[in-house]
């Protein structure tokens, strides 16, 4: 390997790291860092650190304490050429001297896609491409999907025990795994820009589904419920007016007055019949989606797990699995009617297995045809 490639691959990595400082904050934009260099030294950092706010590149452009002529720019994605919220980045770039630009991922929004590398070349700026590709696709999984699907990148969480439980023949589940697998949750929480649970989830648990990180974001509520059976005295519709809560029924004959109070509580009313009176969860998905949220972290009960998996909807799962055996006849994560036969079963791969004290996380990405 070249010194040049060695050089170019320790830059980016750090990048990586600072793109990694966006999570949460960014939605429904892309994680991004970038690293200015020249002589041998990191002269400017920067980052995306908040919507609507600078992008990484010029964060890290306004943070030069010196020239940055002749120097070296690193960013985890092609830099965007398109007024949007803030102006091309390319044009930063470009009146700022840099003379060359190593780049990690493409971009696959239209806007750009290819477009901001070759302005920069155009500009007399020398781009190298594809630099820890693989490591910089993997800060934006939920960017990637977003952009090209419209849709948000769903994560189905759940924890169970070892013979695949998740609450015990009283329905007692509180709690299965370990408080340091508790606080992960909380940081998906604060990761996705939504959260989604079901009816049965919040009568059983009057749950306020926020984020309880430190210095973390509370994520969009959506609540699927039929029949509009939330309680008016939820702690979710007593906080609709602090954190945006959606409530979604299947129903087109839904309960017209109980909509009006829940919407006068804050709450938003979304109606998306689907087949006996059920949510249509990808139409609500395409719906979500045109609302610019992103991504949704899953924390139903058996019942909606089976939904959205039998909608397709689902990237990832986060299985949380304790070394505790119930035992009895308990809910396992999925219900609903399964399937027929194995070769029907929705298929998912491995991508990352993680102790936490004496649980295992183990990450599922769902497998592509």
């Given amino acids: 390997m070249s010194e040049q490639k060695i050089c170019d691959e320790q ?6 790291e600072l793109a990694k400082r966006g999570e949460g904050w960014c939605h429904p934009n892309p994680m991004v860092g970038a690293v200015i260099v020249k002589d041998g030294r990191i002269i400017a950092e920067g980052w995306h650190a908040k919507y609507g706010e600078k992008h990484a590149e ?3 452009i306004a943070s030069l304490k010196e020239s940055a002529a002749g120097a070296t720019l690193y960013c985890t994605l092609e830099p965007c050429c398109h007024h949007g919220k803030q102006p091309p980045c390319t044009e930063a770039i ?12 493409g971009d696959p929004n239209p806007l750009v896609a290819g477009k901001g590398n070759q302005i920069l070349r155009a500009a007399g700026i020398e781009v190298v491409e594809g630099v820890l590709k693989d490591e910089c696709d993997a800060v934006n999984p939920v960017f990637f999907h977003y952009i090209t699907a419209k849709m948000p990148y ?5 924890a169970m025990t070892a013979d695949g439980k998740i609450a015990t023949v009283t329905g007692a589940s509180k709690w299965i795994s370990c408080e340091n697998s508790r606080k992960r949750v909380h940081d998906l929480r604060h990761a996705c820009m939504g959260i989604m649970a079901g009816i049965g989830t919040v009568l059983a648990d009057d749950p306020m589904l926020n984020c309880r990180t430190e210095n973390g974001r509370d994520p969009i509520r959506i609540i699927c419920d039929d029949s509009l059976r939330i309680p008016a005295d939820s702690q979710l519709v007593r906080s609709a007016h602090d954190i945006d809560t959606y409530i979604v029924s299947g129903r087109k ?10 919407e006068a509580a804050g709450c938003r009313v979304l109606i998306e019949p689907g087949e006996n009176g059920r949510v249509d969860i990808k139409a609500l998905m395409r719906e979500l989606g045109e609302r610019g949220i992103d991504s949704i972290l899953v924390e139903g009960g058996a019942t909606l797990n089976y939904s959205i998996l039998k909608s397709g909807c689902v990237n990832e799962l986060r299985v949380f699995m304790a070394p505790k055996i119930f035992g009895g006849t308990a809910k396992s994560p999925v219900g609903g009617e399964g399937v027929t036969l194995p070769s029907d079963a929705w298929e998912f791969v491995i991508a990352d297995i993680e102790r936490i004290d004496d649980d295992v996380c183990i990450t599922y990405k769902r497998k592509k045809d």
């Fill in 11 to 16: 830059y980016m990595r750090r990048a990586i």
């Fill in 58 to 60: 010029r964060n890290a």
């Fill in 94 to 105: 470009i009146e700022s001297g840099i003379h060359r630009v190593v780049v990690g991922s």
């Fill in 154 to 158: 769903v994560i189905m969480k759940y």
């Fill in 253 to 262: 004959d839904y309960d017209r007055r109980k909509a009006e109070e829940l």
